[in-house]
């Protein structure tokens, strides 16, 4: 009976440690170096099957593994020195280590050799640190592959070093996601553009709409970049201006005259007719984005001054004079297009300008005024946080007057506005 019961225990064990190893042996690793591992590390944190993604230091020798040691301008050319890694642990089952090593060809450079754009030394090499002979064999035919995707578009040998992983070191914490502690900047994107035929859906447009008046080109990459997508929900996915936005890859320019670089994303280019006018790296708060587009948009203007250095307009000028008494409709931040007043709350007050017993809910805000020794109630945009006005207690049977600058208005009949707004849903 005892015999019995150790055998019985035993076949447990052994069952139990079989079944954990069946379920563990599609997890594997790799290690793989593109330049800075801040942005790579976030790449590919955002392909499905990917588990973990920990940015760290390996192939050094004789170098401590520490992001001090390895910036010293005395290992910056050191071919011992530690390189910026990141250490990908994967489920095979979701996603094979050929879409993985097509997402790190794609997303940087590597016919530079220890470099990434201005990020320049040898800790910034491309490599790749494998942990299986079967996992060198696809490494190895998928660069060859590329080599000849590259050399059809004009470029070089790849650099790209391909070796067994000895030693992975975990960076210091405050390099973990260090993307997400960091909202406000950029992702760097040196692709080549160049792209396996396999993973390409990229259409080509045609940028003939932008050699014809002003538009803003944003360039987003075409891989991941969280800076865009926060971009997007904060300033441009509510955006509704007459200015229109056009959506770019670094490598799908064509035609267009740049003078700002494009290898971060988001850029932000101010265009007319072709040409930029100026452009932002990175990504910009609504406040900067507004104020960048007023310079852009309105020039040298009484729509400026007032939008922006809270200017007046003067009594009946030619905007009140062509919004005092248009047909049903909505007026809209000049910048943003977004619904400030309504004709249904306008009411004549004799003072030449436009005024209103109330905003369209939530669309502006109150701050105190003491300007010119006088003690008033500012009315502000909050789409674009331009000045609009002041609020007084003196309107029409006990409502306020809302006292609202025409220069920095648009004006939508209420169809043009709800067919806008279905559109843009």
């Not at 064509?254 to 988001?266: H, R, V």
């Not at 047909?327 to 977004?338: N, Q, R, Y």
């Not at 006990?398 to 707004?421: H, M, Q, S, W």
Request: charge should be neutral; glycine fraction near 8%; proline fraction near 4%.
């Amino acid at each position: 009976m005892k015999k019995t019961l150790i055998s019985l225990l035993a076949c447990t064990i052994f069952f139990v440690h079989a079944e954990k190893d069946q379920s563990t042996n599609h997890i594997e690793k790799i290690v793989l170096g593109s330049g800075c591992f801040w942005g790579a590390e976030k790449g590919y944190e955002s392909l499905e099957g990917v588990i973990d993604a920990v940015s760290g230091y390996a192939d050094g020798m004789g170098v401590r593994p520490n992001y001090r040691e390895i910036t010293k301008f005395t290992n910056k050319f050191n071919p011992n020195n530690h390189a910026e890694v990141v250490e990908v642990t994967y489920n095979k089952n979701l996603i094979s280590l050929e879409d993985l090593m097509i997402h790190y060809l794609e997303s940087h450079d590597p016919t530079q050799l220890n470099r990434q754009g201005n990020d320049i030394g040898t800790q910034y090499r491309s490599i790749v640190l494998f942990s299986g002979l079967a996992q060198k064999q696809t490494i190895l035919e998928l660069i060859s592959e590329y080599q000849i995707l590259l050399n059809n578009e004009g470029y070089g040998d790849i650099k790209t070093s391909v070796k067994p992983l000895k030693a992975f070191f975990k960076a210091e914490n405050y390099h973990q996601d260090y993307i997400k502690k960091n909202p406000n900047g950029y992702c760097p994107d040196h692709s080549t553009g160049v792209r396996f035929a396999r993973s390409s859906n990229e259409i080509i447009e045609d940028n003939s709409d932008l050699k014809q008046g002003k538009s803003i080109v944003i360039i987003e990459p075409n891989g991941y970049c969280p800076y865009c997508d926060k971009f997007r929900e904060d300033v441009l996915n509510d955006y509704a201006g007459k200015i229109p936005l056009f959506y770019r890859k670094a490598t799908n320019l064509e035609g267009l005259i740049i003078k700002t670089p494009t290898w971060a994303t988001p850029t932000v280019l101010f265009m007319e007719d072709g040409k930029e006018k100026f452009g932002y790296q990175g990504y910009l708060n609504p406040k900067d984005f507004y104020q960048a587009l007023g310079a852009f948009q309105l020039g040298d203007t009484e729509a400026y001054r007032v939008a922006f250095n809270a200017g007046t307009d003067a009594r009946f000028c030619k905007e009140y004079q062509i919004f005092k008494d248009t047909p049903d409709g909505v007026f809209v931040d000049k910048l943003s297009g977004a619904a400030l007043f309504d004709t249904r709350d306008r009411f004549n007050s004799g003072t030449g300008w436009l005024s209103f017993t109330r905003p369209v809910e939530g669309s502006v805000y109150r701050r105190a005024d003491n300007s010119y020794g006088m003690r008033r109630i500012e009315i502000r945009s909050v789409s674009t946080d331009i000045h609009l006005g002041h609020v007084f207690p003196d309107g029409p049977n006990g409502l306020p007057r809302y006292c609202i600058n025409a220069t920095v208005l648009d004006f939508k009949t209420r169809k043009e506005f709800n067919k806008n707004k279905k559109e843009k849903v």
